[in-house]
T-cell receptor
Framework: GAGVSQSPRYKVAKRGQDVALRCDPI?????LFWYQQALGQGPEFLTY????????KSGLPSDRFFAERPEGSVSTLKIQRTQQEDSAVYLC???????????FGEGSWLTVV | KQEVTQIPAALSVPEGENLVLNCSFT??????LQWFRQDPGKGLTSLLL?????REQTSGRLNASLDKSSGRSTLYIAASQPGDSATYLC??????????FGTGTRLKVLA
């Protein structure tokens, strides 16, 4: 596609619900990133994929967070048993294998009530 | 651990002013530094990328400089316009892929 596409754009979840956030990167982009951005803060790294391999998941805040990219294109970030502190914008970004510039989607805004 | 700081946190200027946004980082071992713009409710748009071997990059009214040894970068915006109002984020790339972001400078340009 023309850009990084994320869905849903907005999600309100009740505490304890599971949520799934989808990212469709730019076609042909090997690298895919997930970032979490709290209100008034800069994005914080969650995880990185190269094709279907998850090479770094050091930023995932707890074992309730899980990300996958089974076929090396679309990725899903899943949050189990959501908590209020999970409320944030979840940004997905992609780049080429040698690319320096990363391209961000518009984010999925998650509010846990 | 790499930390990125941006000063000021917020800035309000009249239209037409030239302005400077500052970014500092604690570990000079970086691959590159990028400046991004974020509009409310939107994702990030890359403005300028400076490789670790470069000193500056320019795009239109924007100029970014990098002093790796002192851990500093500046984004210079000439002749500011109301359409420049946004949050500006700098990010340093550490290792082969990870970007560490600052908390941003919220800029408001008054007409």
């Amino acid at each position: 596609g023309a850009g990084v596409s994320q869905s849903p754009r907005y999600k309100v979840a009740k505490r304890g619900q599971d949520v799934a956030l989808r990212c469709d990167p730019i076609s042909g982009h090997v690298s895919l990133f997930w970032y979490q951005q709290a209100l008034g803060q800069g994005p914080e790294f969650l995880t990185y994929f190269q094709n279907e391999a998850q090479l770094d998941k050091s930023g995932l805040p707890s074992d309730r967070f899980f990300a996958e990219r089974p076929e090396g294109s679309v990725s899903t970030l899943k949050i189990q048993r959501t908590q209020q502190e999970d409320s944030a914008v979840y940004l997905c970004a992609s780049s080429t294998s040698s690319g320096n510039t990363i391209y961000f989607g518009e984010g999925s805004w998650l509010t846990v009530v | 651990k790499q930390e990125v700081t941006q000063i000021p946190a917020a800035l309000s200027v009249p239209e037409g002013e030239n302005l400077v946004l500052n970014c500092s980082f604690t570990d000079s071992a970086i691959y590159n530094l990028q400046w991004f713009r974020q509009d409310p409710g939107k994702g990030l748009t890359s403005l300028l990328l400076i490789q670790s071997s470069q000193r500056e990059q320019t795009s239109g009214r924007l100029n970014a400089s990098l002093d790796k040894s002192s851990g500093r970068s500046t984004l210079y915006i000439a002749a500011s316009q109301p359409g420049d109002s946004a949050t500006y984020l700098c990010a340093v790339r550490t290792g082969t892929y990870k970007y560490i972001f600052g908390t941003g400078t919220r800029l408001k340009v008054l007409a």
